[in-house]
């Protein structure tokens, strides 16, 4: 592959998919210049292939081929849009229509009506892009997108990604030339200090300097590892950006690889991600065969190769030196540090270790410059983040928004606000290692210090919000239920103190606590604070830490009053059926999963008690609120 | 290691000789104990004891080193699945829309606990740690298929509707 050859390539493709990235009129200018009238865009990502995309992309090719208007529009794979709440989505470009949670009989209706009579489907559409007046608002300029600034995420949605030569269309290998071509190592290591860019992982290590140890390591042998054991459980930032966008990942670390010296490379992934595995098998081979991995990459004299390692199911396997144990084939167990990885890694060598959302951001540094990517972002906290929004908000899904964005922002007008009425709560962050920032601080910035102060972190971009029927002390129990599942146990304070904590979280939600058990909990965490071998340990007692300073009051209810204010701790519970209001209709006894609801048609029913499990099945099925909770 | 000696050891020639070829591939190349254990798993569908021997002598490490490794990662079983896994998943995002509850519903539909095969073994129990489909809270999966919005009374439709596709065939 020569520049001239990649120059080519590009020009072929970009067109194409500028209609997907310009303002509609724009982009039907460009449309006219491609060989297709219209493009219709279908997530792949796992959200919508749980929600059924396959079967969309499997109707589309059929009705596009009936119609026999096959050759005039092009169908595209797309990794993942970010609302994934709405899934399957479709999205017909020049015009940026948004279709959700569409039917294979809507995908019927949209061939034939849109993409063949021109007439947008208005009842299959996103009802925010629809306005009263009949007008509709493009993708891109919905409350949800408007507010984002897509860095790391912006091919995902946008090109297949499994087509190499889509990638190229966006200026993709460009910098892997630029680098190849006319910097030196240090160079490389240098700009991308400068851009202020620190580890998305979650710990916030100035990434420049990571490759800079690496690069001045002694040794003959390095290795560059990427690590996409996204481990928070309900974070997917680093799955959709491998799913979307595979070759930025490629690409960068093949810079790396450069900056550092290394020739052999290794991505770690949870082997629970298999649509992502694929995509990135799909990747490698094309890159390989395209020359952008190999020998003599560029003709440039310089060599690296990248393989896939699969995870096993490991929490820790996320921390650093247990990723390079396991890729070694051991158990996955953490070593003490110094030395660092950068010193001594992979089989011993150094090896440069990197998030995969941080290396989604490195082409562009490169291709842009330093002072592009710093001109985002806080004083400390250059550039974007990449969030993975979950829990009680409408628009469940991805969002990039640059730092120093505040949660208010990213709750209210990105994710569209808390359903059903309620009201927030708490946004949690920084999953098992993190913390829950409480209503009262929503208009905080988001950077990496002002999240630490509040006693949270950033963590790898979990942010998972609460209502007001969430309990805070069982929010702590769940994450040290999961603490305790995946210590290692291979040192005492993590293994032994997870379980303590966990055992003192569980009296709390039983109300069997005293005060004295608070404070219990305060020093048991400390010492694991300061005693835990890896930062598993060390910081899983903050989920709980943060609860007690944030949420005390809550805390002191189950121990001092026995009850639970949210209604949530079930030994804290009762159900009951009020008499005079119950019609004798029989949904909650039929609806029951144990049986524990007796009483006969048109009487008053009764739950028995000591069959109850306390699901709230018949709360929810109850048409005239005669079933309490107390 | 006493409750999958209860299990008795079924492995075929062909499913032998399988394993060998992935020992011959793995063997020799640094960290191969993984990708031999996952593939293997792939081919048994779990990880007996003889298994786990095969690969110790194969790969040329020792059997308690193999064991350490199976036992250590989640992702390993050492005693079989039933025929339908059922995986619920109790990620954060799922945690809190209260896939608790499907969990409860589920293993009171099939008498069994998570991590627990049916005594038909048609169907087993696990729960997992986000299947990444966070859009969908709360999910679970039986094989391939993913149920996503769900709430405790749908437990028993889906259930049902597996055992009923069985008696049909």
Known sequence: ?630 | MSEQNQVPFKGTEVQEKQLQEVIAKHRGQPGGLMPTLQEAQGIYGYLPIEVQRMIADGLGVSLSEVFGVATFYSQFSLTPKGEHVCSVCLGTACYVKGSDKVLEALEQKLGIKAGEVTADGKFSIESCRCVGACGLAPVMTIGEEVYGKLTPDQISGIIDSYMNEKGGE
Request: hydrophobic residues 35%.
């Open chain 1, 1 to 630: 592959m020569t520049f001239e050859e990649l120059t080519q390539i590009r020009k072929k493709n970009s067109d194409l998919i500028k209609v997907r990235k310009l303002i509609a009129s724009e982009a039907a200018e460009m449309a006219e210049k491609t060989e297709y009238r219209k493009q219709i865009l279908v997530c792949g990502g796992t959200g919508c292939t749980s929600s059924g995309s396959k079967k969309i992309i499997d109707a589309l090719d059929n009705e596009l081929k009936a119609q026999g208007i096959e050759n005039e529009i092009l169908v595209v794979r797309t990794g993942c849009f970010g609302l994934c709440s709405l899934g399957p989505i479709v999205i017909v470009y020049p015009e940026g229509t948004f279709y959700a949670q569409v039917t294979p009989e809507g995908v019927v209706r949209i061939v034939d009506e849109h993409l063949k009579k021109g007439e947008v489907c208005k009842d299959l559409l996103y009802k925010e892009t629809l306005h009263e007046d009949g007008s509709i608002t493009p993708l891109a300029e919905t409350n949800f997108y408007k507010k984002q600034k897509r860095i790391a995420l912006r091919n995902c949605g946008v090109i297949d990604p499994e087509n190499i030569e889509e990638y190229i269309g966006t200026r993709g290998y460009e910098a892997l030339y630029k680098v190849l071509d006319s910097m030196t190592p240090d160079e490389v290591c240098q700009e991308v200090l400068d851009s202020g860019i620190r580890g998305r992982g979650g710990a916030g290590f100035p990434t420049g300097r990571k490759w800079m140890f690496t690069k001045d390591a002694p040794g003959d042998v390095k290795y560059v590892a990427c690590n996409a054991d996204e481990g928070d459980p309900g974070a997917f930032m680093d799955r959709s950006i491998l799913e979307g966008d595979p070759h930025a990942i490629i690409e960068a670390m093949t810079i790396a690889s450069y900056a550092v010296g290394a020739h052999q490379g290794y991505v770690y992934v949870r082997a629970e991600y298999p649509v992502a595995v694929h995509r990135l098998q799909v990747a490698l081979d094309q890159a390989r065969e395209y020359g952008f991995l190999g020998k003599d990459i560029f003709g440039k004299g310089h060599d690296f190769d990248i393989e896939i390692r699969l995870g096993a199911g490991a929490f820790v396997c996320g921390e650093e030196t247990a990723l390079l144990t396991s890729i070694e084939g051991n158990r996955g167990e953490p070593r003490p540090r110094p030395p660092f990885p950068a010193v001594k890694g992979l089989f011993g060598k150094p090896t440069l270790l990197n998030n995969v959302e941080t290396y989604a951001n490195i082409a562009q540094i490169i291709r842009k410059g330093a002072s592009w990517y710093s001109s985002m972002g806080t004083e400390t906290s250059k550039g974007t983040k990449v969030f993975a929004l979950g829990g009680k908000i409408t628009n469940v899904g991805l969002v990039e928004i640059p730092m120093g964005t505040t949660l208010r922002e990213i709750i209210e007008e990105i994710g569209g606000g808390i359903p059903n009425g309620k009201k927030f709560k708490a946004a949690q962050t920084g999953g098992p290692s993190g913390g829950c920032i409480p209503a009262k601080y929503i208009d905080t910035p988001i950077d990496y210090e002002s999240l630490a102060k509040l006693g949270s972190m950033m963590g790898s971009g979990g942010l998972i919000v609460m209502d007001e029927d969430n309990c805070m002390v069982d929010v702590s129990k769940f994450y040290l239920e999961f603490t305790v599942d995946e210590s290692c146990g291979k040192c005492t304070p993590c293994r032994v103190g997870t379980r303590k904590l966990h055992q003192l979280l569980d009296k709390i939600s039983k109300g069997k606590a005293t005060m004295d058990d608070l404070d219990l909990i305060d020093q048991l965490a400390n010492h694991m604070k300061s005693s835990s071998l890896c930062a598993l340990g060390q910081s899983a007692p903050n989920p709980v830490l943060s609860t007690i300073k944030q949420f005390r009051d809550e805390y002191e209810a189950h121990i001092k009053e026995g009850c639970c204010p949210a209604g949530v701790c079930k030994e804290l519970l009762q159900y009951e059926i009020i008499a005079d209001k119950c019609k004798g209709c029989t949904l909650c006894a039929r609806n029951c999963p144990v049986k524990a609801i007796e009483g006969t048609v048109r009487n008053p029913h009764v739950i028995d008690k000591s069959k109850c499990i306390k699901c709230g099945v018949c709360i929810s099925n109850c048409k005239f609120g005669a079933v309490v909770r107390k």
